[in-house]
């Protein structure tokens, strides 16, 4: 199993960001997507998700109408299109893939919104 982010890095306030999962080594299609994010010191919070279907999503509140995720089933991948960014949004993002009690994680990917 494997989940892989990429799409991190430096961007000033205002600005976007698209961050990448690429999932292998499961099926992709069965599990409900997050990505979540954590800053040192701080517990891992969940930023948004989406089902295996894809049917619907759920935001934070502090990410809502900035942040957009979205799923490629046929691709093994789970984007996060993040607009509007703001200092507070620096952290360590993780893509999660879950169904009933598997729980896999990625290695994280630095996003740091800074002037």
């Known amino acids: 199993v494997q989940l892989v982010e990429s799409g991190g890095g430096l961007v000033q306030p205002g600005g976007s960001l698209r961050l990448s999962c690429a999932a292998s080594g499961f099926t992709f299609s069965s599990y409900d997507m997050s990505w979540y994010r954590q800053v040192p010191g701080k517990e891992r919070v969940m930023v948004a998700a989406?089902?295996?279907?894809?049917?619907?999503?759920t935001y934070a509140d502090s990410v809502k109408g900035r942040f957009t995720i979205s799923r490629d089933n046929a691709k093994n991948t789970v984007d996060l299109q993040m607009n509007s960014l703001k200092p507070e949004d620096t952290a360590v993002y993780y893509c999660k893939a879950r169904r009933a009690w598997s729980n896999y994680w990625g290695q994280g990917t630095q996003v740091t919104v800074s002037s």
């Open positions: 989406i089902p295996s279907a894809g049917v619907s999503t």
